[in-house]
């Protein structure tokens, strides 16, 4: 059975940061191309970062050099760490896995950037 469990969401001051993780299980992770998207109240998905294989990695311009994304294929887990948080950053986020044409998505986790 696929699951992708995201975890460390939560509510965050401006200025602060977080670390996002999402345990994989049920597929062989370390072939699997990672993303982090997110869905702000009332917009669409956004793809904010994405690391291959092969661990090369790309993030979206509305967060490079704040955010991070890396993976442990140790752990079958894809992290996205956070920083410099804005009131922006507010959203649902959620990890998918991608090989071909094999896609699977996690169930999402919330993150509120709020004074």
């Known amino acids: 059975q696929v699951q992708l469990v995201e975890s460390g969401g939560g509510l965050v001051q401006p200025g602060g940061s977080l670390r996002l993780s999402c345990a994989a299980s049920?597929?062989?992770?370390?072939?699997?191309?990672m993303y982090w998207v997110r869905q702000a109240p009332g917009k669409g998905l956004e793809l904010v970062a994405g690391?291959?294989?092969?661990?090369?990695?790309n993030t979206a311009d509305s967060v490079k050099g704040r955010f991070t994304i890396s993976r442990d294929n140790a752990k079958n887990t894809v992290y996205l760490q956070m920083s410099s948080l804005k009131p922006e950053d507010t959203a649902v986020y959620y990890c998918?896995?991608?090989?071909?044409?094999?896609?699977?998505w996690g169930q999402g986790t919330q993150v509120t950037v709020s004074s």
């Open positions: 998918f896995a991608r090989v071909r044409t094999d896609v699977y």
């Open positions: 690391i291959t294989s092969n661990g090369v990695t």
């Open positions: 049920g597929f062989t992770f370390s072939s699997y191309w």
